[in-house]
């Protein structure tokens, strides 16, 4: 069993930055793949950012590319998103996800509460 929590969001103008934390308790975090997703009001889960367990590679979402970088602590059990340069359609409540399998869909196995991130221009 994993829970996560989910942490660092806010109000931040256009162009500013933020970074989300997603602290987990279970002894076997390390091994999860993590997953970043996102939710606007009337839209559907987006996904985001995504981290293997080993944390030697990492997935970007076109739209966050090149602004937001997902890293791990396994030794902290936390994962983290840097969101830099954020943008107005950034706005959303922010979810992190663990799973076995690294993917890019919601088909993750344990989800946190979420966090805010409102962004204005």
């Known amino acids: 069993q994993v829970q996560l929590v989910e942490s660092g969001g806010g109000l931040v103008q256009a162009g500013g930055s933020l970074r989300l934390s997603c602290a987990a308790s279970?002894?076997?975090?390390?091994?999860?793949?993590v997953g970043w997703f996102r939710q606007a009001p009337g839209k559907e889960r987006e996904f985001v950012a995504a981290i293997p367990w080993s944390g030697r590679s990492t997935y970007y979402a076109d739209s966050v590319k090149g602004r937001f970088t997902i890293s791990r602590d396994n030794a902290k059990n936390t994962v983290y998103l840097q969101m830099n340069s954020l943008k107005p359609e950034d706005t959303a409540v922010y979810y992190c996800?663990?799973?076995?399998?690294?993917?890019?869909?919601?088909?993750?196995?344990?989800w946190g509460q979420g966090t805010q991130v409102t962004v204005s221009s």
């Open positions: 996800a663990a799973g076995r399998i690294l993917v890019a869909t919601t088909n993750y196995d344990y």
């Open positions: 279970g002894r076997t975090f390390s091994s999860y793949a």
